[in-house]
């Protein structure tokens, strides 16, 4: 794709199945990979791999100055960090609510706002948040799940216009069911027949790797009129 070559992008829950993925991706077009987690990466391909929980500002501020010193700037960030908690809103608890939309919307917030400044320094930037077919739709039982995606696809529509004219790009990423270490697990505590599977019109979950490559396209010069996108790359799940 156009214009990843060299390009210096820092991908969060990099150690996770899609983030693994986009790694892979990023790393094919020539880019040079800033991989963070709560779980180091151990991968030796990418020019930095940090430990850090992006609810946490200091945590996020000291890895990605890191990742920062080791390349010399980030030209694109991937805020794929995220958790679930699968059981009915009822015997949901404070402690899990909070938990799953500080991850992902927090999260989201923290890592973008970090980056932001050098992307408003050098004109121009990619940024690339996840939400969900969540995002737009009712999830049952991933209520905590869907309010937090929901958040971060506004949120990302919001920097989009904000910043959009300077030369930064960011859109948000909605993939369908994805077998990843988190959708074994919704769906090891899924009761009764697989609605969700069935819900997608492709028949199948995506590949993490359908997911990197429509990541790759966002942030490559090839998406260059794209902006604020709720990019639905879910097999038809949210217009059937
Ligand atoms: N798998 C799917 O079906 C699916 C569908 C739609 C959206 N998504 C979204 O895609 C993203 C990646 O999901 P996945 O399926 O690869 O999940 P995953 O569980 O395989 O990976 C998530 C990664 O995030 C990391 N992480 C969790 N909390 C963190 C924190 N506080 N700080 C830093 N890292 C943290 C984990 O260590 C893990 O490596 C998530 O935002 C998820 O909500 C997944």
Redesign the pocket.
């Known amino acids: 794709m156009n214009g990843l070559d060299g390009k210096r992008i820092l991908v969060?829950?990099?150690?996770?199945?899609?983030?693994?993925a986009i790694v892979d991706r990023l790393l094919a077009e020539g880019c040079r990979v800033l991989a963070?987690?709560?779980?180091r990466l151990e991968d030796e391909r990418v020019s930095f791999s940090g430990v850090?929980?992006?609810?946490?500002e200091a945590?996020v501020d000291r890895a990605f100055s890191e990742a920062e010193a080791a390349v010399g700037g980030i030209d694109g960030l991937v805020?794929?960090?995220?958790?679930?908690v699968s059981k009915p809103t009822h015997e949901l608890s404070l402690e899990e609510f909070r938990r799953v939309l500080?991850?992902?919307a927090v999260?989201t917030f923290l890592a973008t706002r970090r980056v932001l400044p050098g992307m408003l320094e050098a004109g121009a930037g990619g940024i690339v948040t996840?939400?969900?077919?969540?995002a737009v739709g009712a999830a049952p039982e991933l209520a905590s799940?869907a309010a937090a995606?929901g958040a971060v696809l506004q949120y990302t529509r919001s920097i989009a216009a904000e910043y959009g004219s300077r030369g930064i790009r960011a859109n948000c990423?909605?993939?369908?069911?994805?077998?990843?270490?988190?959708?074994r697990?919704?769906d090891a505590h899924r009761v009764g027949r697989d609605h969700f599977l069935e819900r997608h019109p492709i028949g199948r979950?995506?590949e993490?790797a359908e997911?990197a490559a429509a990541v790759a396209y966002l942030l490559s010069d090839d998406a260059s009129f794209v902006l604020g996108a709720a990019m639905m790359v879910d097999g038809g799940y949210s217009m059937a």
């Open positions: 969060t829950g990099a150690t996770g199945g899609i983030g693994r963070v987690d709560m779980v850090c929980d992006v609810t946490d945590s805020a794929t960090a995220g958790i679930q500080e991850v992902s999260g996840f939400g969900s077919t969540a799940y995606k990423m909605c993939p369908g069911g994805t077998m990843t270490p988190m959708m697990e919704i979950y995506a993490p997911i």
